[in-house]
Nanobody, 127 residues
Framework: QVQLVESGGGLVQAGGSLRLSCAASGRTFSRYAMGWFRQASGNEREFVAA????????RYADSVRGRFTISRDNAKNTLYLQMNTLKPEDTAVYYC????????????????????WGQGTQVTVSS
């Protein structure tokens, strides 16, 4: 089992920044690929960013590439999402997720690729 707890959400004006954190506990964090997903009201959960075991491979949704940065600190069992130049359309509940991988370079963009999920943190961007 892996337990995930997100933090860092809040209300911010368009153009502003937020940094989300996801604290992991349980099984070895460093052996899990990690991802961030988001779900806006009335929409399906969508992929935002993913990172491999080692942190050497990252993937981003087109809508956030160049504005968001995913990173991890395996020594602290923590995943991050730095969000810059936020837009009102970034408003959503943001979830972190963990998925076991056989390869240290594997990631994943589908929610089906992740076994463990946090409870989510709300991000609201005002115009």
């Amino acid at each position: 089992q892996v337990q995930l707890v997100e933090s860092g959400g809040g209300l911010v004006q368009a153009g502003g920044s937020l940094r989300l954190s996801c604290a992991a506990s349980g099984r070895t964090f460093s052996r899990y690929a990690m991802g961030w997903f988001r779900q806006a009201s009335g929409n399906e959960r969508e992929f935002v960013a993913a990172i491999s075991w080692s942190g050497g491979i990252t993937r981003y949704a087109d809508s956030v590439r160049g504005r968001f940065t995913i990173s991890r600190d395996n020594a602290k069992n923590t995943l991050y999402l730095q969000m810059n130049t936020l837009k009102p359309e970034d408003t959503a509940v943001y979830y972190c997720a963990a998925g076991s991988r056989a390869s240290p370079s594997a990631t994943g963009t589908s929610p089906m690729a992740y076994e463990y999920w946090g409870q989510g943190t709300q991000v609201t961007v005002s115009s």
